[in-house]
């Protein structure tokens, strides 16, 4: 066995780039200040355009409809760009390029042209930036047939996701939570080389019998520190990270609630018509009469995020909501 | 126009193709009309007459590998990049044989085979797209020339900012064809657009700006041409505008009360295909038997089209679920 290699999410998801650059010159990037000196305003992209040049790691002016209907031209001609917006919450302001074209144009066109491209976006609250830079949008990109959408949780999955976004067909976007590029609470072991994650295949992160926590992205976290806590009062709660979200893994949740009877969805978009609404629907729908209780939703409350550093700990969901939650599947 | 020679004219064949192209839109929409009229067929429908020498006028200088973008009035587009006929008219029928198997229509006809890549429905997001032809060329080291279609309306949407602005600066291979026909649907351009002539527009980025006489096939041949040499030689981006009239309204129905009725007569008096079929034959460049001939070999093409469309079937129902994803399965499932 070899050495484990820890890397921080952002090095990870740097070496996605790097790997799928080297292997094929039809990817490249492209989006505001991701090229040297600076590397990206969170140094995502650090180093590569030194090693790619400019051409394929490309600044683009502050435009982001010109950055994806960019995107979406060169990936229709048999390129595969990855594009960068900054912050999940501008995607607002290209949202036409992705519903209205990256999403539609292989149904509109009957299958004749692809997107094969990646929207690379950061998202998240938790650092003060009030409410136009702090949201997670992917409801977005769910309610456009036509998008596939993955948010990783760990720095593996991270790297891993975003090679199998990069070389798949369809337009992925890609969700990156800020808190989790350079922060060692999310290091971990990550494979050498062309290692892809399959879309659609959650991961069971922790086996249990009494409960399941459905989660993604960054709450993956809380759960397992739910589950912990729960376990101490002899509750034990299995923890399944989708991984990716369309496609989702349909078949392991039910696997799982089936036997456990209970779930809770967990995720830091705004709770109300947030993706945890379908999935509560959904197993409601398949698992009604098998139900112990009612499916539980622990997600951001329904407001903006707001910046005091009180409420914003207070819009996004926490650990102590989780073990609330799972405490009234039991009630 | 009629009996002045053209020192500037092209070729007598491009003359020819010019009109070949121009007939084709001219004809294939009189008979959308009719038989939309008569209640044969139903459809939204935007008719391009009176814009017919614009596609004409760049469709002559593109090759087949050359990209273009346009718009839901895009029939004379479609037909300018050589989309087939027997295929588009069965896209616009919804018929399974049709460019996109029915699923797209004519808002958004796709036929890469002819170039024709995107057809969009949103005012001005064809600009952006367009682009990223224009990089991919680029990137490949080809000279493949991008040609976008929009409207007067278009020029005044964030897109088209953004994406005129990408273009100059990346020096893109991309032609931006803005056809003014005046109106975007009921508003005309003196109530929506601060400039007179959207070409001045270009300054403002950096790139060239050309206002021509749309409805003039020789001189907007002789500006497309132009336009696409210098994207083709690597020269970049072009903003050129293309002064024409919609002779219908905006969309087939339209009762037009927002257009002064001497205003639309005048325009269809001076109709441009009309126009140009008497000056070839008025300077010798066709004879009257010639162009009657073509137009007849049209008119059995469209006939044809019109045929394979209506015997044409509809999409399997199973096709609602298909080209969602190339991978993952829609069918009964709720993913
Ligand atoms: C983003 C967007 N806004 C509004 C519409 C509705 N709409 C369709 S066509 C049109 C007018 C566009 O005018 P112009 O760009 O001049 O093109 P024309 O129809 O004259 O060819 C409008 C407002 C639309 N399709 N997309
Ligand atoms: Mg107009």
Redesign the interface.
């Known amino acids: 066995m070899s050495e484990p290699r820890i890397m921080l999410t952002a090095m990870a998801i740097n070496e996605a780039m790097d790997i799928a650059m080297g292997l094929d010159d039809k990817v490249?990037l492209l989006g505001e200040d991701i090229a040297e000196p600076s590397g990206g305003v969170y140094k995502v992209t650090n180093g590569l355009s030194t090693k790619y040049g400019a051409?394929r790691v490309r600044k683009?002016?502050i435009?982001?409809?010109?950055i994806?209907?960019?995107?979406?031209?060169?990936?229709?001609?048999?390129?595969r760009?990855v594009a960068e917006i900054m912050i999940m919450d501008f995607l607002a302001v290209c949202l036409?390029?992705v519903t209205?074209?990256a999403a539609k144009?292989?149904?509109?066109?009957?299958?004749?042209?692809?997107v094969p491209m990646v929207i690379r976006t950061s998202a998240g609250a938790g650092r003060g930036f009030g409410a136009q830079h702090s949201e997670l949008l992917e409801a977005f990109a769910i309610h456009s047939?036509?998008m596939?959408v993955a948010v990783p949780s760990t720095p593996a999955d991270a790297k891993g996701l975003l090679l199998t976004a990069i070389f798949?067909?369809?337009p992925v976007l890609f969700v990156e939570q800020m808190m989790m590029y350079w922060d060692k609470t999310y290091a971990g072991d990550v494979p050498e080389g062309d290692v892809r994650v399959p879309?659609?295949k959650a991961a069971i992160r922790r086996e249990g019998a009494d409960v399941t926590l459905i989660s993604y992205g960054r709450q993956m976290y809380d759960c397992l520190a739910a589950a912990e806590l729960l376990a101490v009062d002899g509750v034990s709660c299995e923890v399944i990270d989708l991984r990716t979200l369309?496609?989702?893994d349909?078949q392991a949740v039910m696997a799982s609630v089936a036997g456990t009877s209970r779930a809770v969805v967990v995720h830091e978009a705004v709770t109300r018509c947030g993706f945890g609404a379908?999935l509560s629907s959904?197993i409601h729908e398949e698992l009604f009469g098998q139900l112990s209780a009612a499916v539980q939703r622990v997600g951001g409350a329904n407001t903006p995020v707001p910046y005091a550093s009180n409420l914003e700990a207070a819009f996004v969901p926490q650990v102590a909501d989780i073990v609330a939650a799972v405490k009234r599947t039991n009630s | 126009m009629a009996d002045v020679q053209r020192p500037d004219a092209p070729d007598r064949d491009t003359l020819l193709r010019m009109f070949e192209i121009q007939s084709r839109i001219k004809l294939c929409d009189e008979r959308f009309r009719m038989m939309l009229m008569s209640g044969q067929i139903q459809l939204i429908y935007y008719s391009p007459r009176g814009q017919e020498c614009i596609s004409a006028g760049w469709g002559v200088h593109l090759r087949p590998d050359d990209?273009v973008?346009t718009i839901y009035r895009g029939l004379h587009d479609h037909l300018a990049k050589g989309v087939p006929l027997r295929e588009l008219w069965a896209e616009f029928l919804g018929r399974a044989t049709?460019?996109?198997?029915?699923?797209?229509g004519p808002m958004?006809i796709?036929?890469?085979a002819s170039g024709l890549?995107?057809t969009?429905g949103?005012v001005g997001?064809g600009?952006?797209?367009?682009?990223?032809?224009?990089?991919?060329?680029q990137?490949?080291g080809t000279d493949q020339v991008?040609v976008v279609n929009f409207g007067d309306g278009a020029s005044n949407i964030?897109?088209f900012h953004?994406?005129m602005?990408?273009a100059a600066?990346w020096k893109l291979p991309v032609v931006f064809v803005c056809q003014n026909n005046l109106y975007g649907e009921h508003t005309p351009m003196s109530m929506s657009t601060g400039v007179d002539y959207i070409s001045e527009r270009a300054a403002a980025y950096g790139m060239p700006g050309v206002t021509v006489d749309g409805n003039d096939p020789i001189a907007t041949w002789k500006v497309m041409g132009e336009a696409i040499a210098r994207a083709r030689a690597g020269g970049g981006p072009t903003l050129v505008e293309a002064r024409t009239y919609r002779f219908f309204g905006h969309l087939m129905g339209d009762a037009m009360e927002y257009m002064p009725k001497e205003e639309r007569k005048a325009a269809m008096a001076a109709d441009p295909v009309v126009r140009y079929r008497v000056w070839l034959v008025d300077n010798g460049h066709a004879s009257e038997a010639q162009l009657a001939e073509m137009e007849e070999q049209l008119t059995a093409a469209i006939d044809d089209a019109v045929e394979f469309a209506l015997n044409s079937p509809q999409p399997e129902l199973s096709e609602l679920y298909?080209?969602?994803?190339?991978?993952?399965a829609?069918e009964g499932?709720?993913?």
């Not at chain 1, 994806?68 to 390129?79: E, N, S």
């Not at chain 2, 049709?98 to 797209?104: L, Q």
């Not at chain 2, 600009?127 to 991919?136: S, T």
Request: hydrophobic share 35%.
């Open positions: 490249f051409q683009t002016p435009s982001e409809q010109a994806i209907g960019a995107a979406i031209g060169a990936a229709i001609a048999g390129f760009p036409d390029q209205n074209h144009i292989r149904y509109m066109s009957g299958g004749q042209t692809t047939p036509g596939k798949d067909d369809d879309f659609g369309v496609p989702w349909e379908e959904r | 990209y973008v049709g460019t996109c198997k029915g699923k797209g958004h796709t036929h890469p890549m995107v969009t949103i997001a600009i952006p797209i367009a682009n990223g032809f224009g990089l991919a060329a990137l490949n991008t964030g897109a953004e994406g602005n990408l600066v298909t080209d969602v994803f190339g991978d993952v829609m499932t709720t993913r």
